[in-house]
């Protein structure tokens, strides 16, 4: 196959590991700078051009879409899959996964265990918005935060209002959500590919963090996951429309809750917690999986 890597940097470590699985298994593997692609859109044959050059005869495109460039990177991977380009995540799944709030709603429709989550616009609801989440101690979480910044532990229903109030008073979206204290400041991570946890991870939280974040000074472990966890997160990645996806669960008394799926999960953490060769298992996936004009939305939202 000829598979194309979206990413802004071949040197991170998932997309080096993935064009390093692709050709050890005999695949054609080109990493396109995501920002630096641009597409005739107004055409009978969409195009995509790269450094004076259009791109041509892939198969397959493996996204790895940053936060921050969301809104075109998901552009791009739109007009590969208008050229019938396979993808291992199609452009709306992503789309949908950026937005934590929209990705709630999308579990909670489907009986996903969600921990308890509000969300509101005008200061005058905190009230109500605290009490409906059942009180502090509470979670307030901005919406387009990644690696734990902007997730607020509040102890007091006093000191949520106030923070409550501070991110309104800065045109932020925020929502509030149900703390789970059992969960020990640890969550885990499992990595799903097509129908299966092929790898699993515990993060913990360092002394005195309840935000389990790597990048926040988190440890990672193995894990052996519950059948319950296991089949959580294979739905969830299924409700989000996702092939391969990153999902976060708390362990609560009642049961798994998803906390987040992420659409580009990254495989440093789970390769070297688990030992698993987990970018091998991704191209095994679009060898099964990949075929030309696939793509069950073709971008259309
Ligand atoms: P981000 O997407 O920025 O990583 P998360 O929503 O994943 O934000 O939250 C960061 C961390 O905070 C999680 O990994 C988890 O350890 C902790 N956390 C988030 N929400 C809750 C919650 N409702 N109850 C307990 N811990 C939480």
Redesign the pocket.
């Known amino acids: 196959m000829k598979i194309a890597v979206l990413s802004r940097n071949p040197r991170l470590y998932s997309t080096r590991r993935l064009v390093e699985a692709g050709q050890l298994r005999g695949h054609e593997v080109v990493v396109i700078d995501t920002l630096r692609a641009y597409m005739n859109i107004a055409s009978h044959k969409p195009q995509i051009h790269y450094r004076g050059q259009p791109l041509e005869g892939f198969d397959a495109v493996i996204p790895r879409i940053g936060a921050s460039v969301t809104f075109y990177g998901c552009a791009v991977l739109r007009q590969f899959e208008m050229m019938g380009v396979f993808p291992l995540n199609e452009s709306v799944a992503i789309a949908r996964s950026r937005d934590k709030l929209r990705s709630l709603q999308l579990l909670s429709r489907r009986g996903i265990g969600l ?1 308890v989550t509000g969300f509101a616009h005008s200061p005058d609801d905190i009230d109500d918005l605290i009490q409906m989440v059942n009180g502090a101690p509470l ?1 307030i ?1 901005v919406l387009e ?7 607020v532990l509040c102890e007091t229903a006093k000191a949520a209002e106030s923070v409550i109030e501070a991110f309104m008073g800065l045109k932020q979206n925020i929502m509030v ?4 204290k059992e ?1 020990g ?1 640890a ?1 885990i991570r499992c990595f799903v590919v097509g129908d299966k946890v092929i790898a699993a991870m515990k ?1 913990q ?1 360092k002394a005195g963090e ?4 790597l990048h926040r000074g988190g440890s990672a472990s193995l894990i052996k996951i519950t059948p319950e966890e296991r089949m959580t997160a294979i739905r969830a990645a299924k409700v989000m429309g996702l092939g391969v996806a990153g999902v ?1 669960i ?1 362990r609560s008394n009642h049961g798994p809750l998803v ?2 799926v992420n659409s580009s999960p990254g495989l440093e953490g789970i390769e070297t917690t688990t030992g698993k060769d987990v970018a091998s298992l991704v191209i095994q996936y679009l060898e099964k999986n990949s075929a030309p004009h696939l793509t069950r939305t073709k971008g259309k939202g």
């Open positions: 921990p979670v979480k935060g990644t690696q734990g910044i902007g997730v959500q149900e703390y789970i969960a400041g969550d993060r939280a309840f935000r389990s974040n976060d708390l906390m987040e």
